[in-house]
């Protein structure tokens, strides 16, 4: 009644209207300088496919028992998605940092729960468009349909969101620009590039393999290119376990950052 006494408005056991609201916001966010967000990750994966191909590819090379560019197109596809889905997040709480808005956060009504789900949801989201964005570009090149639909759907997804947990985690730790940028390079990008990508891991030496089997993005590289040509160097439920419970060791991380409300007001 207007003119009456404020009283609290209530949301049930889930805040959907405002978890929806911020998921959008974050999604919206992401895609609007589409130019950077959708088409450059599609040309940069045509540009290394090109190169790749006039430099290595030749009548019979193979790696992993399969033709280059087919070996080399799945590990292209899982760089863009995992690169948009560490900028998704990390990208946008620096932005509110600089900008002296994000200790707004606490004001939210949402649950540190629900503020880990939206941003995650909007980076899995935005993740998997990229990723089918930069397969139909690369289709042409040396693309194939996807093997398993399902395995696919499920390795881009739950890569996207070990990587947005972990842009989430960053974004909080980081101050400025300087900060998160730096996390990219010396800790994303060397997981990202050194995860089997380019190479096949019968390619590294006994101690190397051995050392690389321990990087998580190995599993999700290796989860797609399963998904798109049936074959992979790892058992793929072994993958789908890993993804899994790095996401939950992640989410347990997120989600305490978040309740403490850890460098929200620097």
Same mark, same amino acid.
Request: charged fraction near 15%; include cysteine; proline fraction near 5%.
């Given at each position: 009644?207007?003119?009456?006494?404020?009283?609290?408005?209530?949301?049930?056991?889930?805040?959907?209207?405002?978890?929806?609201?911020?998921?959008?916001?974050?999604?919206?966010?992401?895609?609007?300088?589409?130019?950077?967000?959708?088409?450059?990750?599609?040309?940069? #994966?045509?540009?290394?496919?090109?190169?790749?191909?006039?430099?290595?590819?030749?009548?019979?090379?193979?790696?992993?028992?399969?033709?280059?560019?087919?070996? &080399?197109?799945?590990?292209?596809?899982?760089?863009?998605?995992?690169?948009?889905?560490?900028?998704?997040?990390?990208?946008?709480?620096?932005?509110?940092?600089?900008?002296?808005?994000?200790?707004?956060?606490?004001?939210?009504?949402?649950?540190?729960?629900?503020?880990?789900?939206?941003?995650?949801?909007?980076?899995?989201?935005?993740?998997?468009?990229?990723? #089918?964005?930069?397969? #139909?570009?690369?289709?042409?090149?040396?693309?194939?349909?996807?093997?398993?639909?399902?395995?696919?759907?499920?390795?881009?997804?739950?890569?996207?969101?070990?990587?947005?947990?972990?842009?989430?985690?960053?974004?909080?730790?980081?101050?400025?620009?300087?900060?998160?940028?730096?996390?990219?390079?010396?800790?994303?990008?060397?997981?990202?590039? &050194?995860?089997?990508?380019?190479?096949?891991?019968?390619?590294?030496?006994?101690?190397?393999?051995?050392?690389?089997?321990?990087?998580?993005?190995?599993?999700?590289?290796?989860?797609?290119?399963?998904?798109?040509?049936?074959?992979?160097?790892?058992?793929?439920?072994?993958?789908?376990?890993?993804? &899994?419970?790095?996401?939950?060791?992640?989410?347990?991380? #997120?989600?305490?950052?978040?309740?403490?409300?850890?460098?929200?007001?620097?």
């Amino acid at each position: 009644m207007l003119g009456g006494p404020p009283i609290a408005r209530r949301f049930g056991s889930i805040n959907l209207r405002g978890l929806a609201t911020f998921y959008r916001r974050e999604f919206v966010r992401g895609m609007k300088i589409w130019s950077l967000t959708l088409a450059a990750p599609a040309l940069r #994966a045509i540009l290394f496919a090109s190169v790749f191909g006039l430099a290595i590819d030749r009548p019979g090379m193979t790696m992993s028992g399969m033709p280059f560019l087919e070996f &080399l197109v799945p590990g292209l596809i899982v760089v863009a998605a995992l690169e948009r889905a560490f900028e998704s997040s990390a990208f946008s709480m620096v932005y509110e940092k600089t900008e002296g808005i994000f200790s707004d956060m606490a004001a939210l009504p949402l649950t540190p729960g629900e503020i880990v789900i939206a941003y995650a949801a909007a980076t899995v989201t935005g993740s998997v468009l990229v990723s #089918a964005i930069v397969w #139909a570009a690369l289709f042409p090149i040396g693309g194939t349909l996807p093997v398993s639909p399902l395995a696919l759907l499920f390795f881009i997804a739950a890569g996207s969101l070990m990587v947005g947990l972990f842009s989430q985690i960053s974004g909080l730790w980081a101050r400025k620009w300087d900060y998160i940028i730096s996390v990219q390079t010396f800790v994303f990008m060397p997981f990202v590039f &050194l995860s089997g990508v380019f190479f096949s891991l019968d390619e590294l030496s006994e101690g190397a393999r051995f050392y690389a089997q321990f990087n998580p993005v190995f599993y999700i590289v290796d989860g797609v290119r399963y998904a798109l040509t049936g074959q992979a160097e790892a058992d793929p439920w072994l993958g789908a376990a890993v993804c &899994l419970a790095v996401v939950a060791v992640l989410w347990a991380i #997120a989600y305490r950052l978040f309740a403490i409300g850890y460098r929200y007001k620097s």
